[in-house]
């Protein structure tokens, strides 16, 4: 395969990826689109990049772009000469909101069971609340490992992190070459 040709494949899964990603988040496939279109580029975005990337309307591109800066998923930066907002990825993870409000939508059900349970109510409505109650604890914890794993990340910068990560596969490329 040509080098652009495999690089165009690249973009096009990357596409696809955060499409997939906004579509099972319940989030407009255009959202998808432009976080990918940010997350593809080499420099930061102003929003006509991003309309002549994607094709997209004026208002459509506005309405992505404050949506994704709300879930602090992308995030304006100064591009010097120039008075634009421009915007690159976030070092939060993107979505960490929408995971939020799942694990407490989980929990609120896990107190509720379990103050029902508190109640005096009939042995065959405990049996079946205890029996429900077991999946939510599995669910809620997790929700817990995510929600643990996820605030690890939330303060990463991904440009530092690419840095070093390209630093050490030139090193590990050096020491097997001797």
Known sequence: MHSDNEKEEVKKTIMELFNEIARLTNLPKSMGEVYSAIYLSEKPLCMDDIIKTLKISKGTASTMIRRLEEIKAIKKVW???????YYKISGVIPLMDLVFKRHEAVSNAYYKLNSL??????????????????????????????????????????????????????????????
Do not use: A, P, Q, W
Request: charged share 45%.
């Open 79 to 85: 591009v010097e000469g120039d008075r634009k907002n």
């Open 117 to 178: 349970m508190d109640n005096d109510i009939n042995l065959e409505t405990k049996e079946f609340t205890e029996k429900k109650l077991y999946g939510v604890i599995i669910l809620k914890e997790i929700s817990e490992k995510v929600m643990e794993t996820l605030r690890e990340y939330e303060n990463i910068d991904y440009e530092e992190l690419h840095k070093k990560l390209i630093d050490n596969s030139k090193k590990n490329k050096e020491e097997l070459s001797k």
